[in-house]
């Protein structure tokens, strides 16, 4: 297990959105906050040793929720691209893991980034969710990761370092990552009629 206390939290929320238009999708309204709050709302009470968030072009104000924020001028470069500038401060705050959310994925709870933290064994441990059938964020990565993921590039990120590492299942409804307007209505819809 690693615990909290020792890992810091990176959350994702540059990417460019292409598929959403010209409007950013983290601002939309999901239930009563916008969508790229939602994991930051189901996330604060767990005591990680320091949350950063990588934005570019959103407005949200990440850092009133406690994050230190980074911005990345070249999200174009793609997921791999805002993990490696986030690896510094990761570092500095002498983090021994870092776990890896997605700013667009709103069914993230706690009790899963627990159950993640809890796999999690030593500084070579990733560990990544799984919906039964393709690993995904949220990830974990241990303290020996940290040149490789300070190294990344490009929106393949650290996917080859997730499928070798070990993947705890969840529901999919949880790993619900919003891409499109066409998602977002959709999971909306699922939302009123209780189908989630």
């Known amino acids: 297990m690693i615990a909290a206390e020792d890992t810091a939290l990176v959350l994702l929320a540059a990417g460019r959105s292409k598929r959403f238009g010209d409007i950013d999708k983290l601002e939309q309204p999901y239930l009563s906050e916008p969508l790229g709050f939602h994991v930051v709302t189901a996330l604060e009470a767990v005591p990680f040793r320091t949350r950063i968030a990588v934005i570019s072009g959103t407005c949200l104000d990440f850092a009133g929720r406690g994050y230190r924020v980074i911005l990345n001028d070249h999200a174009e470069q793609g997921q791999g691209g805002s993990l490696a500038l986030c690896m510094k401060p990761v570092r500095e705050a002498g983090a021994k893991a870092v776990l890896v959310a997605l700013a667009d994925m709103p069914r993230v709870t706690a009790t ?51 499928r070798a590492g070990h993947h705890v299942v969840t529901s999919p409804a949880e790993l619900i990552d919003i891409d499109t307007p066409d998602q977002l209505t959709e999971l909306r819809e699922k939302i009123r009629g209780g189908g989630i």
Not at 134 to 156: I, V
Request: one cysteine or more.
């Open 112 to 162: 899963h980034i627990y159950r993640l933290l809890d796999t999690a064994v030593g500084s070579d441990a990733v560990v990544a969710s799984s919906d039964g059938v393709c690993p995904m964020p949220p990830a974990l990565f241990g303290a020996d990761h940290f040149g490789a993921l300070e190294s990344l590039t490009g929106d393949a990120g650290a996917r080859a370092l997730v």
